[in-house]
């Protein structure tokens, strides 16, 4: 056992304790003393491992943000190379108009590219700030890169809005000539 403290030496000369209840009082804080220590030292071992592991995640996480940062640069630099190695010369002087970015934008073509444009062979895609006229298949490969970059693209099913039958009954009474060219 170990030896009591002034205190409790005091209170034994004085009568007004037991020395078995001093020595039970003794063996209580030396359990409370070995008991809480493992719990803590088990509480700081978790806590470090919670941290750990957060830490871990967090860096999971910001390397598959650099990783997906990085391949979209990658696929943005592919689309670019495609669009310069791929590009029709421009070899007209007739104004193709199209819409793009909310205004209407012209390119210069020729009757060929028209034709080809018209019937979806031949794709407009942005490069910078201007336009190219890009073959259907070269079209398709910066569309996967990256479908921002296609502008135009007749040869595509488009989202047209749906007419109601009342409209086509109505346009129906309006011929359209067929020679009208616009």
């Known amino acids: 056992m170990a030896k009591p403290n ?15 209840k001093v020595a039970e009082v003794a063996r209580e804080q030396q359990k409370a003393r070995l008991g809480k220590a493992p719990s803590d030292a088990a ?14 995640e967090r860096d999971r996480a910001l390397e ?7 391949r979209a640069g990658e696929l943005a630099a592919q689309a670019r190379q495609i ?13 193709y108009r199209f ?10 073509v020729d009757d060929d590219q028209r034709r ?20 259907r298949a070269a079209g398709e490969k910066v569309r996967e890169r990256d479908a921002s970059l296609v502008v135009l693209d007749h040869g595509q099913a488009s989202e047209t809005t749906p007419t109601s039958s009342e409209d086509d ?6 011929k359209v000539p067929d020679d009208l060219i616009w």
Request: proline fraction near 5%; charge should be positive; hydrophobic fraction near 40%.
């Open 43 to 56: 509480e700081i071992q978790r806590e470090a491992e919670r941290v750990r592991l957060e830490k871990v």
């Open 116 to 135: 080809k444009l018209a019937a979806g062979s031949v794709v407009i895609v942005r490069f910078g700030d201007r336009y190219e006229l890009l073959p």
């Open 6 to 20: 002034p205190l409790q030496e005091q209170l034994l000369k004085a009568g007004l304790a037991k020395k078995s």
């Open 64 to 70: 598959a943000e650099r990783r997906a940062r990085a």
């Open 83 to 95: 669009i310069q190695d791929k590009k029709l010369p421009r070899t007209g002087e007739s104004e």
């Open 169 to 174: 009954a109505y346009y129906a009474q309006f």
């Open 99 to 108: 819409p793009a970015d909310g205004a209407i934008r012209t390119v210069l």
